[in-house]
C-alpha cells in the first residue's frame, strides 16, 4: 500500500536557525497538508495545499512558516528562525481527488527538537 | 469553528476486556477518521468512516452523523491495544482532532 514518507525521523536544530521538514506524499493525490503535535497534547492543523498554492491555514501558521512543492514530488515546510516552542512531531498528511470527503493519509511524523 | 470532544480522556483496562470510545462533534462533517497513536508517535489510521459501521477484526466503529458522534469498540483488548486514540473530524480542507483517548491495557 502507497504511503507518506517524511525525513528526518528527528531534527535537532539550535534556535533560531531554519529547519526544513521534507515529506513525499502518495503520488496520485493532489492535497497536502502539515499538522503538528506538541508533546503530550492533540494534532493541530497547520496548512493545506493544493494546485501549487495554499487553500487553508490555521492562526498558527504565522510569517515563521511557508510551504512548498519544488519538484512535483515532495511536499516541504519550512520553519524560519525556529524558537523553542517550535518543539514538536510535525507530520505530513495527503488526500486523493476530493480533500472534502476522502480520508487522509499520514506519514510517521519529523520529531523537531529546538535547543 | 467545529469543536471535537472524546471521552473518556483515560481508561485503564485489564487484558481481554471490551471497550468504547466515544467522539462527539459540534457541526456537520464529510470526513471522520479514528488513528491510534502509538508509544513511537505514529498515527495508525484505523478507520475513514463518515457514517454508517465498519469491522476490522476486534475493532468497530460506528458514526451517527446526524447525531453527530462516533463510537470505536474495541474487543478483546490487547496490550499492543495501548496508547492514544484519537478521532479527526474534516470540514473544509482540514481535520479536527480531538483530545484523545489515553488507553492503558493491563496484561
Known sequence: ?115 | GIQVEQSPPDLILQEGANSTLRCNFSDSVNNLQWFHQNPWGQLINLFYIPSGTKQNGRLSATTVATERYSLLYISSSQTTDSGVYFCAVGYGQNFVFGPGTRLSVLP
Open chain 1, 1 to 115: 500500500e502507497p504511503e507518506v514518507t517524511q525525513t528526518p525521523s528527528h531534527q535537532v536544530t539550535q534556535m533560531g536557525q531554519e529547519v526544513i521538514l521534507r515529506c513525499v506524499p502518495i503520488s496520485n493525490h493532489l492535497y497536502f497538508y502539515w499538522y503538528r503535535q506538541i508533546l503530550g497534547q492533540k494534532v493541530e492543523f497547520l496548512v493545506s495545499f493544493y494546485n501549487n498554492e495554499i487553500s487553508e491555514k490555521s492562526e498558527i501558521f504565522d510569517d515563521q512558516f511557508s510551504v512548498e512543492r519544488p519538484d512535483g514530488s515532495n511536499f516541504t515546510l519550512k520553519i524560519r528562525s525556529t524558537k523553542l516552542e517550535d518543539s514538536a512531531m510535525y507530520f505530513c498528511a495527503s488526500s486523493g481527488k476530493r480533500a472534502r470527503s476522502e480520508p487522509q493519509h499520514f506519514g510517521d511524523g519529523t520529531r523537531l527538537s529546538i535547543l
